[in-house]
């Protein structure tokens, strides 16, 4: 075993300009969980000596974790990723702001809903067109039929033939 001092802001400065949005966080933890280092730290002090829970996978072994988990230091709820791969006992953690990850994807959603509800309203109103059409064509037809059927009673009636030009004739 090797045993050696290491100031928390050595850590700090790793992580500290590291991009994680505004509602991400870059926490490293030792493997019982507590933070030797976060950001972004809170205006009253440091997150350092916290304990948190680690995912069980990560406890005791070497590996990666990911999932949605929410902060049981500041309640944000975040995109996670869990790495214990560097041969050293401590496990770095980043996350993203759920909310803030996936803003443009629900701006993304509310778009294709909207054109998906634009679709059907212009399918329903052209099917109540056709409809309406329908409707139309079928009532003159009937009309074109009983006025036909009148003409062919008074051509019999008044036994008069009936006379057609073709064109070009």
């Known amino acids: 075993w090797l045993l050696a001092r290491l100031r928390t802001a050595a850590l700090e400065g ?4 590291l991009d994680i949005g505004v509602e991400g966080s870059v926490a490293v933890l030792d493997r019982g969980g507590v933070v030797l280092a ?3 730290e809170p205006a ?3 997150h350092a000596g916290r304990q948190t829970r680690l995912p069980p996978s990560l406890a005791q072994s ?3 974790a990911v999932g949605v988990r929410t902060s049981q230091i500041d309640g944000v709820e975040r ?4 790495s214990a791969m560097s041969g050293y006992d401590v496990v770095v953690v980043a996350g993203l702001g759920l909310r803030e990850a996936l803003a443009p994807w629900y701006r993304a959603a509310w778009i294709a809903a909207g054109f998906a509800l634009l679709y059907w309203i212009c399918l329903a109103f052209f099917i109540h067109r056709l409809v ?10 009937e009309d074109l039929e009983e ?10 009636a008044s036994h008069t033939g009936e006379w057609r030009e073709k064109a070009g004739e």
């Open 14 to 17: 790793m992580i500290r300009d």
């Open 38 to 40: 976060r950001q972004p």
């Open 44 to 46: 009253n002090g440091s």
């Open 62 to 64: 070497q590996g990666t």
């Open 79 to 82: 995109i996670t990723a869990f």
């Open 132 to 141: 309406a059409g329908e409707r139309v064509r079928a009532a003159l037809l």
């Open 147 to 156: 006025q036909a059927e009148w003409h062919d009673q008074a051509q019999r």
